[in-house]
């Protein structure tokens, strides 16, 4: 399987450069040199033009011309022409919704499973890069046709995980319960929570966890498990985690 | 209309005397001494015999007697015999799928609008008496067949509404960010964010904000306002608003 992906927990983080600025080494050694010009899908935000801005002048510094598939004509054509794609984040329900609704959802599974092409999703566009968005933390403003997403791994993630801060006097769930709650439904894939400044890369049968975080995984009926940054995590990629 | 709700924010309060310590008072001149059975329905939580008890020791202590609607052999039915009825938390979309796959919604609705009878939810319990529920929390574990809700009242409610810490690192989207977000979509009601202390009581055309805190309302195109306990919010039940 050629498929080639960075999947990153968050697009900013607090202290770390501004937008991307915390994975912005592993973004250039990501799409390489050979790609030259990105595809960026900017539906998880309502303002798409400023939303491509903050893409394009970021990647540009890196590197790499941006192309937003809101301008193009064809979106599954510009999908069809892509040397790499990059899903940025917002709100997951909006995002997924929108990938169906202009028929985008088997077509990037096409180019990235088939053809090989880079891709790189942060927050929701990781989400939507998984089995499903069931482990999302976004409010789910508007409805999708399924929770089912890309499938580009099989396992899922949760961006932004968050440890329990044992001072709360919140009573919401915890994340950790949530994720809990996920796993008391029947064949719940295993749930990678992906901290604030980590990051998943996935090439070929091979997974390694990048950043400066560790990632915490869940799987159902089993403990969780801490994985410090550098681990092979190449396990998750085999099906029926 | 004779509708008699009464939807909390949440269920246990940070040292406020346990599983609903906080609003037993108001729960008890809600349903008042003509009800003494409460049906409960225990389908946010996966262990529903569990979550009966803790509901039944605690509305036994203030009088009533509880069937659990998970006992009944057939819920319509139970519904159709309730002389009021509680919906407690946990996943809001688990039990909104589960409402539906046992056809209590429009059953539920019936008794609340044309019967009076009186209607108590808690966090999801409270969402699912909205007009639908695109302002939960919770983590999408499972996939309703549309998100929208029993309509109990024409605009929605995000419970355990949580204020933005500005001291916080982490780069997720603050609470009021979501509800904007959702604010972004044509057609979006109004959203009264319930701060854990607080409830709405409704009786008739008659919106009163009870409790220990404030809450604060979200409408389409305009500042979100904070509203005091014992405000008139009657506004919020002209459609439209
Ligand atoms: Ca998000
Ligand atoms: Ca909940």
Chains 1, 2 share one sequence.
Do not use: W
Not at 73 to 83: G, N, S, T, Y
Not at 89 to 111: A, C, M, P
Not at 173 to 189: G, N, V
Request: aromatic share 8%; net charge neutral; hydrophobic share 35%.
């Amino acid at each position: 399987m050629k498929r080639r992906l960075l999947l990153v927990s968050n697009s900013t983080l607090h202290g770390a450069g501004g937008y991307l600025g915390h994975c912005q080494q592993q973004i250039q050694e990501f799409f390489g040199e050979q790609v030259k010009r990105i595809l960026f899908v900017p539906y998880a935000l309502h303002d798409r033009d400023s939303y491509a801005k903050t893409a394009r002048e970021k990647l540009q510094s890196l590197g790499y011309e941006v192309d937003s598939i809101h301008e193009a004509v064809d979106p599954v054509e510009a999908v069809r022409k892509a040397q790499g794609i990059f899903i940025g984040g917002g709100n997951t329900f909006r995002l997924l919704k929108t990938l169906y609704d202009n028929k985008l959802v088997s077509e990037i599974q096409k180019r990235v499973l088939q053809d090989g092409i880079p891709y790189m999703g942060s927050s929701a566009g990781t989400n939507v890069a998984t089995v499903s968005i069931n482990t999302t933390n976004d409010m789910p403003i508007v409805y999708p046709p399924t929770l089912t997403a890309m499938g580009l791994v099989p396992f899922n993630i949760n961006p932004h995980y968050l440890d329990t801060n044992p001072d709360s006097k919140h009573m919401g769930e915890t994340r950790e319960q949530r994720i809990r709650q996920y796993h008391e439904e029947p064949d719940a894939p295993s749930v990678l929570g992906l901290r604030e400044g980590s990051m998943l890369l996935v090439e070929g049968n091979r997974a390694t966890l990048l950043g400066s975080t560790k990632a915490r995984l869940f799987s159902r009926g089993k403990p969780a498990t801490e994985h410090e940054p550098g681990s092979d995590l190449s396990f998750l990629l085999t099906d029926g985690v």
